[in-house]
């Protein structure tokens, strides 16, 4: 795999930075930024295009292999990314396959794109990560020779590839806040901001154990810890793929004011979080924060 593949899918990099006149930042003297990494291309939206790509590159063509759940952003960009590059791509996916019948709209989607579903049960997907688990695993698929992404695309190359994420945004804030799946767009964010820039962490999923994983993540990427950074774990809704009433209706206000599509289970847990900061004092008054739009809604 060459960078010519991978210049002439044209990604919109550095992705643009958006000001917003919102009335609950302004009001407390705080402003809002947004860093549209939703527009670096129309199928690797955000933080998969930065994860993917080296990752991709790393593959050199080999069939790739990837694990996700049934409703998984991961799976879908990657296929996404095969069909562009000419890549054949396996998704190994959470549950049993009866359960996964008939396929929902983003497993359809994979298959669409000519990924290739291969179902494990949970017990099994909980050790996917063992090398005598994931042998296996990768021989029932029919993929031992293949090169493997784990769950979410995190692993060393891609948050070295997210520490051009924080490089981008030197200078233009004080807080730059992302939404956290498995911790590696945050890691690689934290160690390419600047002096004095802080990076602030959204786990959509409850749990309490990102913080861990984001050290290991960092520490096989960097050799060790990497920028000022923290977790907010509030504000996940219930957990991954869970929403509320009130968050609905909190993305489609945010929608109705600025005209941007809010995705629900990542971008609208981190937009309402920060709203509810600024109202608590957490920022002072002069201060620029900057939300990393990392994904869009599904078919938009």
Not at 43 to 50: A, F, S, V, Y
């Given at each position: ?219 096989e990427a960097f050799g060790g810890p990497r ?42 847990k981190l937009l309402y979080g920060l709203a ?25």
């Amino acid at each position: 795999m060459t960078s010519a593949d991978f210049s002439a899918l044209r990604p919109r990099l550095p992705s643009e930075v958006q000001e917003l006149t919102d009335g609950r930042f302004s009001r407390h003297g705080v402003r809002l930024v947004l860093k549209r990494d939703d527009l670096i291309h129309p199928e690797l939206i955000g933080n998969k295009w930065r994860k993917l790509a080296p990752n991709l590159k790393a593959a050199a063509g080999r069939t790739v292999v990837t694990f996700g759940g049934a409703y998984s952003n991961h799976l879908r960009a990657t296929a996404a990314a095969g069909r562009l590059l000419g890549i054949p791509t396996v998704g190994v996916v959470r549950g049993q396959e009866l359960a996964h019948r008939p396929l929902n709209p983003s497993l359809a989607r994979c298959v669409g794109d000519g990924m290739r579903l291969h179902f494990i049960d949970r017990s099994t997907y909980r050790r996917k990560a063992e090398p005598e688990t994931q042998a296996a695993v990768l021989r029932a698929a029919g993929a031992q020779d293949a090169y493997v992404v784990p769950e979410g695309g995190s692993n060393a190359l891609a948050v070295r590839g997210c520490r051009a994420l924080g490089e981008e945004l030197r200078g233009r804030g004080d807080v730059v806040a992302v939404a956290c799946g498995t911790g590696g767009t945050l890691a690689g964010l934290a160690a390419g901001l600047g002096p004095g820039q802080r990076a602030l962490g959204f786990p959509v999923l409850k749990g309490g154990f990102l913080s861990d994983d984001i050290r290991a993540l960092q520490a096989e990427a960097f050799g060790g810890p990497r920028g000022d950074w923290r977790l907010e774990e509030r504000f996940h809704f219930g957990g991954y793929a869970r929403t509320t009433p009130e968050l609905e209706a909190f993305a489609e206000d945010f929608e109705q004011r600025h005209g941007v599509a809010v995705e629900r289970l990542y971008v609208a847990k981190l937009l309402y979080g920060l709203a509810v900061l600024v109202e608590e004092g957490a920022f002072e008054a002069g201060e620029v924060v900057v939300a990393v739009v990392t994904g869009a809604p599904f078919g938009g």
